[in-house]
């Protein structure tokens, strides 16, 4: 089930997400960005975007135990100012290929139509070939390509995703 991010949460969203970085993005990104000193960066800048509620932040929970983070919000992206974001979606490595990243982005789309949205946004990294599979898979298209320079060193992939506006479409009850 899906539930709002709580300060108990933090720690183990946290662990998920630097668990996937070394896993998805050895060899991608900056190496430096993978290191103990990287990892302990990240903790620090995503706890501190956790407090300050910068974003809505979601974590999947089953028998008590996060499996998943999903954090969503307005794009920063200028050429797409009135654009909805999926910042981040990171599952348990040993959670994926369950049905848990869908759910999330499902729950993103009907988020994003509720609240009046008409496209969505996702970046990935261009060589995380499996999280640009999924996303193709589920109606995102590739609308453009560039190298993000410090800190990650990597070519960045936007995909978008036009939905059609259907406010007060209630949620699916999985959701609290």
């Not at 998805?24 to 956790?50: C, H, M, W």
């Not at 999926?86 to 994926?96: K, L, S």
Request: hydrophobic fraction near 40%; charged fraction near 25%.
């Amino acid at each position: 089930m899906l539930y709002s991010l709580t300060d108990d949460d933090f720690a183990a969203a946290i662990d998920i997400i630097n668990k996937n970085w070394q896993l998805q993005y050895t060899g991608i990104v900056n190496p430096d960005l993978l290191s103990k000193s990287g990892l302990s960066e990240r903790a620090n800048n995503l706890k501190s975007d956790f407090i300050n509620h910068r974003l809505k932040e979601y974590v999947w929970k089953e028998s008590g135990q996060v499996l998943a983070i999903l954090s969503i919000g307005d794009t920063s992206d200028i050429d797409r100012p009135r654009a909805f974001e999926i910042w981040r979606i990171y599952v348990e490595p040993m959670a994926q290929r369950k049905g848990i990243g869908r759910r999330l982005i499902n729950f993103a789309e009907t988020f994003a139509q509720n609240n009046g949205y008409q496209e969505i946004v996702i970046w990935a990294f261009r060589e995380n070939k499996a999280a640009l599979h999924f996303y193709q898979a589920l109606g995102y298209y590739i609308d453009k390509e560039e190298y993000l320079d410090e800190p990650y060193q990597a070519y960045g992939v936007r995909l978008l995703k036009k939905i059609k506006n259907q406010a007060n479409k209630p949620i699916d009850d999985c959701y609290v």
